[in-house]
C-alpha cells in the first residue's frame, strides 16, 4: 500500500514537473547557461562551446521531447499503480524508472526518480515462469576461421589502400564501393548463421531484452565515465574519428551508423575475432582493444590514439562480452543499433 502511494503522488509530481519545464524550457536553459563555465571549468574550451552551443541551439526542443517521453512513462506507472499492478509489473517498473531517472533535466526530479529505483527493486514481484534466454554453443570450424581471417584481411586493408585515395568523386566511389563489399561479405559468408539466430532472437525477444537492457545500461554509464576522463586528459572535446562524423551529412552518415556499423562491425570485431580466438578471456580483451584503436587510429599522437581509444575499448569489451555469454550475433547487433540510433539523434542536436 506504501508502494502504491508513492508511485501515485511521484508519477503526479513527475508529471506536473515535467509540464512546468516544457513551459519553462528557455528559463530552464538560461540557467544552465550561466552554469556551463562553473560545472564544466576542468574541461576544455571547445568541450565548453559544444555544450553552449547545444544549449542555445537545441536545448527547448531537447527539454520538450525528454519532458513528453516523463509524462507518457509517468502515466504508465500512475496507471499500473492504480491498477494495483505494482508486483506483476516490476520489471516494468525498474525500467521505467531507469529510463526516466536518465531523460529527466531538474535535479529534483533526478532525486524522485532515483528513489523510485530502489523503491522498484524492493518490489516483491509475483513468482512466474521464466523464460531463459536460450545458450548458444561456441562453434567454429577451419572453414569458419579462413571465412573469418578473408573477412578481418578486407577490412583491414584500409589501412593500407585509404591514404591514396583521390579526392572527388571517384574516392567516394572507392569508399561506398567498400562499405557495400564489407556488408555483402559480412552476410553472406555467414548467412546460414545470421539466419538461424535471427529467429532464434525473434522468438525469445523478452528473454534477450531482460539479458540486454541491465548490461547495457551498467556498461553506458562506464562508457560516459571513461569518456569524461578521456576528454579530460586529451584536452579535447571530441575525437578525430567523431569530428570527422559529425561534418559528414547525414544522408551519408546515418546509414552508416544504424544500418552498416551494427552489421559489419559486430561481424569483424565480435563474430570473426571469436571464430578464431577460443578463450572468453583473451578474446573479450582482443576485441575491445582492437575495436577501439579502430576508431582512434585518427588521433595525431600515440598519446591520443591510446585514451580516445578508451571509451570505444570500454564499448566493444561490453558488446565482446554480451557476445561470449549470447553466442547469439543478432544480440550484438541489437545494442549496436540502438547504441547508434541514440548517439545519430543526439548528433542531429549539435
Known amino acids: 500500500m506504501k508502494r502504491k502511494i508513492y508511485f501515485i503522488i511521484s508519477s503526479i509530481v513527475a508529471i506536473v514537473t515535467s509540464i512546468l519545464c516544457i513551459v519553462f524550457s528557455h528559463k530552464l536553459i538560461d540557467k544552465s547557461l550561466e552554469s ?155 548467412f546460414k548463421e545470421i539466419k538461424s539466430q535471427f529467429i532464434i532472437f525473434k522468438n525469445n525477444f523478452s528473454a534477450y531484452l531482460k539479458f540486454i537492457i541491465p548490461r547495457y545500461l551498467i556498461g553506458m554509464a562506464i562508457f560516459i565515465v571513461v569518456n569524461l576522463i578521456s576528454i579530460l586528459l586529451t584536452k579535447k572535446a571530441t575525437s578525430i574519428n567523431q569530428s570527422v562524423l559529425e561534418s559528414m551529412p547525414k544522408w551519408y ?22 571464430k578464431i580466438i577460443n578463450h572468453k578471456v583473451v578474446f573479450i580483451i582482443t576485441s575491445a582493444l582492437i575495436f577501439g584503436l579502430m576508431h582512434a587510429v585518427n588521433e595525431t599522437s600515440i598519446y591520443n590514439i591510446v585514451i580516445s581509444s578508451l571509451p570505444y575499448s570500454v564499448f566493444g569489451a561490453i558488446l565482446a562480452y554480451v557476445y561470449t555469454k549470447s553466442n547469439n550475433l543478432m544480440t550484438n547487433v541489437s545494442i549496436h543499433f540502438f547504441q547508434n540510433t541514440l548517439s545519430s539523434i543526439l548528433m542531429l542536436f549539435i
Open 253 to 274: 552518415i546515418l546509414p552508416l551508423a544504424i544500418i552498416w556499423a551494427p552489421i559489419v562491425e559486430e561481424t569483424v570485431f565480435r563474430v570473426c575475432i571469436r
Open 36 to 190: 556551463v563555465e562553473s560545472v564544466y571549468k576542468y574541461f576544455p574550451n571547445d568541450f565548453q562551446e559544444r555544450v553552449t552551443n547545444l544549449l542555445q541551439n537545441s536545448g527547448p526542443t531537447f527539454i520538450t521531447i525528454t519532458s513528453i517521453l516523463t509524462i507518457i512513462f509517468s502515466l504508465i506507472i500512475l496507471f499500473n499503480s492504480i491498477k494495483n499492478n505494482i508486483e506483476s509489473k516490476k520489471t516494468t517498473f525498474i525500467i521505467l524508472s531507469i529510463v526516466q531517472y536518465l531523460l529527466s533535466n531538474v535535479v529534483f526530479i533526478q532525486l524522485l526518480f532515483f528513489i523510485s529505483i530502489i523503491v522498484s527493486v524492493t518490489i516483491k514481484g509475483i513468482p512466474k515462469e521464466k523464460k531463459e534466454m536460450p545458450k548458444l554453443e561456441y562453434e567454429s570450424s577451419k572453414k569458419d576461421i579462413i571465412k573469418s581471417l578473408f573477412i578481418l584481411g578486407v577490412y583491414f586493408s584500409q589501412l593500407i589502400w585509404d591514404r591514396f585515395i583521390p579526392s572527388g568523386l571517384v574516392g567516394i566511389i572507392i569508399i561506398i564501393s567498400f562499405y557495400v563489399l564489407m556488408l555483402v561479405l559480412s552476410i553472406t559468408l555467414f
